[in-house]
């Protein structure tokens, strides 16, 4: 089982940036949930963005209407497109994936995003 993030790094404030996320290993159906989390420095982790097995999202409040997550079950993959970045975005982005089968929640190792002003 494997989760592997891609495509953070440093952005000035108001550019953009896509985050991958390639799910190897059995955890990965069609039908589990698959989400985008982040801990900024020095504080707690919390949910981005979540696309469930009918394509339907729900967003962290602070991030909505600026990001996008999608997933591709062919690929085994879940994209997040993050515009209009700002200073606040900061923060480790992880990946993960809940496991309907065994009430699992499965992580990435997380990609750093760090966006200048």
């Known amino acids: 089982v494997q989760l592997q993030a891609s495509g953070g790094g440093v952005v000035q404030a108001g550019g953009s940036l896509r985050l991958s996320c390639a799910v190897s290993g059995n955890i990965f159906s069609p039908t589990n949930v698959m989400e985008w989390y982040r801990q900024p420095p020095g504080k707690q982790r919390e949910l981005v963005a979540r696309?469930?097995?009918?394509?339907?999202?729900t967003y962290g409040d602070s991030v909505k209407g600026r990001f996008t997550i999608s997933r591709d079950n062919a690929k085994r993959i879940v994209e997040l497109e993050m515009n209009l970045l700002n200073p606040e975005d900061t923060a480790v982005y992880y990946c993960a994936v809940y496991d309907f089968d065994d009430s699992n929640r499965y992580w990435g190792q997380g990609t750093l995003v760090t966006v200048s002003s």
């Open positions: 696309v469930w097995s009918d394509e339907t999202t």
